[in-house]
């Protein structure tokens, strides 16, 4: 079965530091990999997405940037951490054909 | 674009009683639709999914919901609510295009079920 692993589960960063959070995918291949933002637990905002190696896709500019360095994994990243930052980031990985999306358990960040 | 809303940011019910969530969309060509449900502090989890055929979908922990293709609804209902069901709701619908998925999610809406 397929399971997705996202870590850590929590995070307390200051203003300016840098981030890397990393989501991996068990038990499928060639997922398309999303990462979100809840913010406030609330509406879920799409900040990138990949359908391949290398490939990855903005939804909208910000401080953050994201890489798929191998086909099952994810890392969302930043250079210099904002005060706005903070939320909850949730990783997700579909297969097309299925059409349904699966979560990971989350990552809570905290910039302070 | 494709797009859902949820009218209400709040729900409540009393456990036993029949709840209803609403969604409507606005998509261009057949809808895609999905349910999920998320508690506190973790990730979303797949309820149900309406792609074809039969309006009411059946899902998981005895919810179902009714697609309205005259209303543009797709609301998510359970016929008797649990304590345990109290939880925030989201409606999304997939955009498909070439090899990927891109899904569209509602604002949420929390479930309070009271004993």
């Known amino acids: 079965s397929q399971t997705i692993h996202q870590w850590p589960a929590t995070l307390v960063q200051p203003v300016g530091s840098p981030l890397s959070l990393e989501c991996t995918v068990e038990?499928?291949?060639?997922?398309?990999l999303y990462w979100y933002r809840q913010a406030a637990g609330r509406g879920l905002q799409l900040l990138f997405y990949?359908?391949?190696?290398?490939?990855i896709s903005s939804e909208v500019p910000q401080n953050l940037s994201a890489s798929r360095p191998q086909d099952r994994q994810f890392i969302l990243s930043s250079k210099k951490l904002l005060l706005s930052d903070s939320g909850f980031y949730l990783c997700a990985w579909s297969v097309v054909l299925s059409y349904e999306q699966y979560f990971g358990p989350g990552t809570r960040l905290t910039v302070t | 674009a494709q797009s859902v809303a949820q009218p209400e940011d709040q729900v409540n019910v009393a456990e036993g009683n029949p709840l209803t969530v609403k969604c409507t969309y606005s998509v261009s060509g057949n809808p895609y639709l999905f349910w999920y449900v998320q508690y506190p502090n973790r990730g979303l989890q797949f309820l149900l999914k309406y792609i074809t055929g039969d309006n009411l979908v059946k899902g998981s922990y005895g919810f179902e919901a009714e697609f309205n293709k005259s209303q543009t609804s797709f609301h998510l209902k359970k016929p008797s609510a649990l304590v345990s069901d109290s939880a925030l709701y989201f409606c999304?619908?997939?955009?498909?295009?070439?090899?990927?998925?891109?899904?569209?999610f509602g604002s949420g809406t929390k479930l309070n079920v009271k004993p």
């Open positions: 990949s359908v391949g190696i290398g490939q």
């Open positions: 038990g499928t291949s060639n997922p398309n």
């Open positions: 999304a619908v997939r955009e498909g295009t070439g090899n990927f998925n891109k899904f569209y």
